[in-house]
T-cell receptor
Framework: KQEVTQIPAALSVPEGENLVLNCSFTDSAIYNLQWFRQDPGKGLTSLLLIQSSQREQTSGRLNASLDKSSGRSTLYIAASQPGDSATYLCAVRSWSGNTPLVFGKGTRLSVIA | DAGITQSPRHKVTETGTPVTLRCHQT?????MYWYRQDPGHGLRLIHYSYGVKDTDKGEVSDGYSVSRSKTEDFLLTLESATSSQTSVYFC??????????FGPGTRLLVL
């Protein structure tokens, strides 16, 4: 059974700092991996989708990497801003493709001005 | 944003009453999902659908049923609500195994 872990559960950084959020998964036979952002009281917003054949994806100040062999993904946020404060979740879809996403419990990020 | 709406957005009900939550999409996506989100547990899959009238159970399906009679609508029913079903419920959609999009959520309080 696939399990997804995100450490740390919470992180506080000063504005302007570059930071890395970590995601690990137990079964490396994945189809793709997706990073989401969730603001308090809101739904999840998709940030980046990485296919199993890809090593990384970029969107603005966000860069997500994938290392299937080690069962790890990282979300890099450059020049953090207070508006980046949110919970970030990663989720993996297994190789069969049509299976639902398995989610980590998220990292709650606070960027202090 | 993907066209997903959930209704109602907030609901308070009493233990033992049936409750139906609705998810509506305008994207014509094949897959639809119901999750619940609780502190300490994260997002957990209740049921999902891979086509009209095609559904399957998720991790926490006990006490819940679903129906999908049209591509655009996916209903989640709590047959007899219990306090343990107090939660935030999210609907999501995806086209095959690609990007998954979430609705705004429904806050359910069972007294």
């Amino acid at each position: 059974k696939q399990e997804v872990t995100q450490i740390p559960a919470a992180l506080s950084v000063p504005e302007g700092e570059n930071l890395v959020l970590n995601c690990s998964f137990t079964d490396s036979a994945i189809y793709n991996l997706q990073w989401f952002r969730q603001d308090p009281g809101k739904g999840l917003t998709s940030l980046l989708l990485i296919q199993s054949s890809q090593r990384e994806q970029t969107s603005g100040r966000l860069n997500a990497s994938l290392d299937k062999s080690s069962g790890r993904s990282t979300l890099y946020i450059a020049a953090s801003q207070p508006g980046d404060s949110a919970t970030y979740l990663c989720a993996v879809r297994s190789w069969s493709g049509n299976t639902p996403l398995v989610f980590g419990k998220g990292t709650r990020l606070s960027v202090i001005a | 944003d993907a066209g997903i709406t959930q209704s109602p957005r907030h609901k308070v009900t009493e233990t033992g009453t049936p409750v139906t939550l609705r998810c509506h999409q305008t994207e014509n996506h094949r897959y639809m999902y119901w999750y619940r989100q609780d502190p300490g547990h994260g997002l957990r899959l209740i049921h999902y659908s891979y086509g009209v009238k095609d559904t399957d159970k998720g991790e926490v399906s006990d006490g819940y049923s679903v129906s999908r009679s049209k591509t655009e609508d996916f209903l989640l029913t709590l047959e007899s609500a219990t306090s343990s079903q107090t939660s935030v419920y999210f609907c999501a959609i995806s086209d095959r195994a690609e990007t998954q999009y979430f609705g705004p959520g429904t806050r359910l309080l069972v007294l």
